[in-house]
C-alpha cells in the first residue's frame, strides 16, 4: 500500500491478520510508515476487537459495549443506502453507531472486510469532542496500485487546526506568499478557543523542524496576551517543514494531562 500525506509519499507492504485483517507489527515496511499503520489499526480496523472472525450479525441486537466509564453500546441501527466514489450505483449497507454524548457512525457492506465510510468523534468529558477519524472508500482493485510520485503541495493559508481534546483552534499565516528561500517570512498564530473566539494571556512553544525532523527553530513559552502573535523566520532550504504549536497554559493555567497542539506541513520554494 501506499500513503500520501501533504506531499509525501510512503510505500510498503502491510501482512494482514487472519483473524481480523489487522497490519502486523511484522508487515514489510519502512519506518516513516510506522504511524501510518498505527491510524489504519485505530480507524480501518477498529471494529475489529468487537468483531473479529467468524464475524458478527448485521441483524444482531448488540456487538459489544466500549471499555471506558459509561461505554456506550456498539449495535446495528438500520440500514441506509450510500453514494460511494469506489461504487458505480448507490449501495446498502448496516449502520453501525455507538452512543457518547454525539453520535459516532460506521457504515457496513455485508460481506465487504472494512467500513466504507465512518465518522467518530473522540470521547471527552468537557467541551465540544472533535472527530477521531473519518474516512470514505475511494477506490476498490486487485494488485499492487500505482505508487504516485512525491511533490509538495500547493498550502493556502490560513490554516486552522482543532487541538486534540477539542478545547482550542489554533490558526496559522503567514506573508508573502510563497515562502522563499533567503526572503523573511511572518508567520502569525492566532489562538482561540473552542468557539473561535481569541484566548487571553496565552503562554505556548512554537516549533519549527525540517522534514529529517531537525529542529531549525524552537521557542518555548511564548506570550500572547490577547490570543495572537507573531514570529519573523528566514529558511536556508527549501522542502515541506513542520510548524508545531503547542498551548502550555492559559492565564496562568496548564493544560494539565492533556497535550494540546497542532502540527502544520507548510512548503518551502527555492528561489
Do not use: C
Not at 453520535?103 to 460481506?111: A, D, F, K
Not at 496559522?172 to 533567503?182: E, T
Amino acid at each position: 500500500m501506499y500513503i500520501v500525506d501533504q506531499g509525501n509519499v510512503f510505500n510498503g507492504t502491510f501482512i494482514l491478520s487472519p483473524l481480523d485483517l489487522s497490519a502486523l507489527g511484522t508487515s514489510k515496511i519502512p519506518p516513516e510508515m510506522g504511524k501510518y499503520r498505527s491510524a489504519y489499526a485505530n480507524s480501518l480496523q477498529w471494529l475489529a476487537a468487537y468483531v473479529p472472525k467468524p464475524g458478527q450479525s448485521l441483524n444482531a441486537a448488540s456487538w459489544g459495549k466500549i471499555a471506558s466509564i459509561g461505554g456506550p453500546e456498539i449495535k446495528p441501527v438500520g440500514h441506509r443506502q450510500l453514494n460511494i466514489p469506489a461504487f458505480p450505483n448507490p449501495i446498502d449497507t448496516t449502520r453501525i453507531e455507538y452512543y457518547k454524548g454525539v453520535s459516532s457512525n460506521m457504515y457496513i457492506l455485508n460481506e465487504f472486510p472494512y467500513p466504507v465510510m465512518a465518522k467518530t468523534f473522540v470521547d471527552v468529558t468537557t467541551g465540544s469532542p472533535p472527530i477521531q477519524f473519518q474516512y470514505i472508500l475511494d477506490e476498490t482493485g486487485k494488485g499492487q496500485p500505482e505508487v504516485p510520485k512525491s511533490s509538495i503541495m500547493e498550502v493556502k493559508p490560513p490554516l486552522v487546526q482543532r487541538t486534540a481534546r477539542g478545547d482550542y483552534f489554533i490558526q496559522l499565516d503567514w506573508k508573502p506568499l510563497p515562502i522563499i528561500v533567503g526572503k523573511e517570512t511572518t508567520f502569525t498564530i492566532d489562538l482561540l478557543n473552542k468557539d473561535k473566539f481569541p484566548l487571553t494571556q496565552v503562554s505556548y512553544d512554537f516549533t519549527i523542524t525540517d522534514s529529517n525532523n531537525t529542529t531549525i527553530l524552537d521557542l518555548q513559552n511564548q506570550r500572547a496576551p490577547q490570543g495572537t502573535q507573531t514570529h519573523i523566520m528566514t529558511f536556508d532550504q527549501s522542502g515541506l517543514v513542520n510548524i508545531k504549536v503547542k498551548v502550555n497554559s492559559i492565564k496562568g493555567i496548564g493544560t494539565g494531562m492533556f497535550i494540546e497542539e497542532v502540527n502544520f506541513k507548510v512548503p518551502i520554494e527555492a528561489i
